[in-house]
């Protein structure tokens, strides 16, 4: 008797119609998002290995051919693919170590500053803010015939500056680094401002200096900040187009990324191999997981640690 009047109390009910709405409401948040993702990602994803697996040109694209995984075959043993398999690496090997030290240099030194701080966040975020296709252009003008990079080189060496195929693999590295730096470093310097200053002075009075204090305090303060950033800056120097594209064009072929290769193949006014583009699309996200996987483990490892 007890026992089916309390489990018909009030309080049982109104618990019980909260459980409901809980999960109403849940599932009204994640059914919408689980379609978008759906749409906007396991659909193109479906659609491009299916593309991948067809003899499909530009100029007649609506008359596909199954050929299999002979695409694929191609891309394997077509040597500009293995080129720009070469230089994309190159890129990434580059770039992202180096400005996300440039990035936590700087960030430490504005830590340091007081006065006018906002004026030089202001300016060294300038490269950031301007659009690929412009800071290139710009960048690129430095170094053409005329330029001040150019003209000052030739008053130096007697020479005139000539871009050739081994200096603007270089060329295109510097301008990305000085692009993307900026977002390695305001990251950073938001990370410093949430480090408690009590633990830097507590490891200056132990007679710590300024490199003990930066392995021991800083880096571990900042140890998932810049595991993000690792991720981010990856991610963006793999799929790298607009650059390069202004930069190198069609007349260094060498200095071809992944990504513009496979433009390249899959639009060619001429050509334009829209089955072979795909594949090479899916070899690229295959890619890039083989790249990403030591991060993303690390990133899991230290979320169990937190969690326990």
């Known amino acids: ?18 459980t409901n709405v809980t999960k109403r409401t849940f599932w ?3 059914i919408p998002s689980v379609f978008v993702m759906v749409v906007l990602m396991v659909v193109p994803l479906v659609t491009t290995v299916w593309l991948s697996l067809n003899q499909l040109l530009l100029r007649d694209i609506k008359s596909p051919k199954f050929i ?10 077509d040597p500009e693919f293995w080129a ?65 990079v150019a003209w000052l080189w030739e008053v130096v060496t007697d020479d005139p ?42 490891a200056q009075i132990d007679g710590a200096n300024f490199l003990r204090n930066l392995w021991h305090v800083i880096l571990p303060h900042l140890r998932v900040l810049i595991l993000f950033v690792a991720l981010i800056s990856i991610m963006d120097a793999y799929r790298v187009y ?3 594209f202004v930069f190198a064009g069609d007349r260094f072929t060498e200095a071809h990324t992944l990504q513009v290769y496979t433009v390249e193949v899959a639009v060619d006014p001429q050509i334009g191999r829209v089955g072979k583009g795909n ?30």
């Open 1 to 18: 008797m007890c026992s089916g009047a309390a489990s018909r109390r009030p309080g049982t009910t109104i618990l019980w119609g909260k």
């Open 28 to 30: 009204g948040f994640t």
């Open 68 to 77: 299999g995984l002979d695409n694929y075959r191609e891309v394997l043993e």
């Open 84 to 148: 720009a398999v070469r230089f994309t690496l190159l890129f990434v090997a580059v770039t992202v170590p180096v400005q996300m030290v440039l990035g936590l240099a700087i960030a430490l030194l504005l830590d340091k500053v007081g006065r006018g701080r906002s004026i030089y966040l202001a300016g060294l975020l300038l490269p950031f803010i301007v659009t690929p296709v412009v800071g290139t252009l710009i960048y690129k003008d430095l170094f053409d015939r005329g330029g001040l």
């Open 161 to 202: 500056f000539v871009i050739t195929a081994t200096n603007v693999k270089w060329l295109i590295i510097i301008q990305s680094i000085w692009h993307v730096m900026p977002f390695a470093m305001i990251t950073f310097f938001a990370g410093l401002q949430s480090l408690p200053a009590e633990r830097v002075e507590a």
């Open 242 to 244: 607009d650059s390069v």
């Open 279 to 308: 594949a090479i699309g899916v070899l690229n996200v295959l890619g890039i997981f083989v790249v990403l996987i030591p991060f993303l483990v690390v990133s899991y490892k230290d979320q169990i640690k937190e969690r326990t």
